[in-house]
């Protein structure tokens, strides 16, 4: 395992004026997309403190590992990395989702200090105890925008923490806690500053991004001269008109998220919905006590295209939640055929320590998980095939991502980093991450595109 490094290295040098050494603190970011905003706060917060961030376990004074307690995998591969940061350097904060369980003193009773989500604070005061700050903070060498692990061209933005829903696999709340949206104002600020410092995409997440304000009561705060609601479409408007591209994750489909189609027809924010809809069986769903599962998604699906044709709509999926009988399996089969999603994931069920679904009767066994898995992937795969088929001879505008020595390799507004596919530009290794082509689509796979420029 490598350990994080940032954008902006070259902060405070280890000796300052023959005298003061920064302490180094090297740092492990290990889950989602909100655990790596997480990191980068933290990661900021030590820079402001005029900390230097160690590119390896033998030059750091301590090591933040921020885990992830998601699933039981995830649990495990928190335990490995906590593992390896005891071995490699023997001085560790624990913190993130999977810091509030008790496994973690338990298997590693010599960490220095354990800490749960998004506890920046605590953090802090458990890095200065380890390692003592410098006596001057180094401010100016922080970007206004903080630190980040993402790079130059794209970049995430939490809009809330935490989450009101109760879905019964779910322990986030418990780990997170209830709702608490940012100001719009705040957020803007944030998107503003990282577009001023080159940032072409930003990627919207939370754990409920349409729920975002409700627990403001959608109150107004002052950007640009004027007020401005914590609402999902003011907010989304307001952000599409940063000259950005603004990518929405974590919807769910209640009502009020078909006002923010038009802005996707009118190229204000990208036509890309990330919902996780985890299943489409109602019985299923009223299980699991998913948000929104009263919607009939299928006819929201067809409406949303009649405004956007070319939306993408990626998801996630959960088979094998207890109860599940093979007619709610079948009945997710023929949705996924129908529905035609862009892009997908899929989830074994996990009986999650702490989640309400554990305590519930017909749990299914690991080869019927095992065989519904198999078998709704290959679904996918051929709608993905599809979807992606139809695509040859569109034009689409590109974002660059890296170059190697065949080409440029990037995204179209339907494809998210890291989690959905590529568009590979052959021969063109004079472009450069962040920049903005269009090209047009010559052939296709399941999952990634390969074009070539025009105009
Ligand atoms: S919406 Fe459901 S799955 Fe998502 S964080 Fe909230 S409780 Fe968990």
């Not at 905003?37 to 590992?65: F, K, Q």
């Not at 898995?373 to 689409?396: C, L, N, P, W």
């Not at 179209?412 to 590529?422: F, L, Q, R, T, V």
Request: hydrophobic share 40%; aromatic share 8%; net charge negative.
């Amino acid at each position: 395992m490598t350990l994080s490094s940032t954008a902006s290295e070259g902060g405070p040098k280890s000796v300052i004026n023959g005298k003061v050494a920064a302490p180094k603190v090297g740092f492990v970011s290990l889950g989602c997309a909100k655990a790596l905003v997480d990191s980068e706060r933290i990661m900021t917060r030590l820079r402001v403190e005029g900390y230097e961030i160690a590119p390896s376990y033998d030059g750091a004074d301590v090591v933040v590992v921020n885990t992830c307690g998601f699933l039981d995998s995830a649990k495990a591969e928190s335990l490995d990395a906590i593992g390896e940061a005891m071995a490699e350097n023997g001085r560790v904060i624990v913190t993130g989702c999977f810091g509030l369980d008790r496994k973690v003193r338990e298997t590693f009773p010599d960490v220095l200090a354990v800490t749960g989500p998004h506890q920046y604070e605590a953090v802090m005061e458990a890095v200065r105890e380890a390692a003592p700050a410098p006596h001057a903070a180094y401010l100016d060498l922080v970007p206004p925008s903080g630190l980040r692990l993402t790079p130059d061209h794209y970049a995430y933005l939490k809009i809330s923490e935490g989450c009101n829903n109760k879905c019964s696999f779910c322990i986030i709340p418990q780990l997170r806690g209830a709702l608490a949206s940012r100001p719009a104002a705040d957020v803007l600020q944030e998107a503003e500053q990282l577009v001023e410092r080159g940032v072409r995409e930003l990627l919207v997440i939370s754990q409920d991004t349409s729920a975002y304000g409700v627990d403001l009561k959608f109150a107004e705060s002052e950007w640009r001269g004027h007020p401005l609601k914590a609402r999902f479409y003011d907010l989304c408007a307001a952000l599409g008109s940063l000259g950005a591209w603004v990518r929405l994750h974590y919807v769910y489909p209640y009502p009020h998220v078909d006002e923010v189609l038009p802005l996707m027809a009118e190229g204000k924010i990208l036509p890309y919905l990330d919902i996780p809809f985890q299943h489409a069986s109602p019985d299923v769903l009223r299980a699991m006590r998913r948000p929104a599962n009263q919607e009939k998604t299928l006819d929201r699906i067809a409406s949303w295209r009649k405004i956007v044709p070319d939306l993408a709509i990626r998801s996630t999926f959960i088979v094998g939640f207890p109860g599940e009988t093979e007619e709610d399996f079948e009945f997710l089969l023929g949705w996924l055929r129908e529905a035609r999603l862009a892009r997908v994931g899929c989830f074994r069920y996990e009986n999650v320590e702490g989640a309400g679904s554990r305590a519930l009767e017909n749990q299914i066994a690991d080869e019927v998980k095992e065989e519904r898995y198999t078998r709704f992937m290959d679904v996918q795969k051929e709608v993905s095939e599809q979807v992606m088929a139809a695509r040859v001879g569109q034009q689409i505008d590109v974002l660059v991502d890296e170059i190697d020595r065949e080409g440029a390799i990037g995204r179209s507004s339907w494809d998210a980093p890291d989690i959905d596919g590529s568009i590979f530009l052959d021969g063109e290794t004079d472009l450069a991450p962040g920049d903005i082509v269009r090209a047009v689509i010559e052939e296709t796979d399941e999952y990634d595109c390969w074009g070539r420029l025009v105009g």
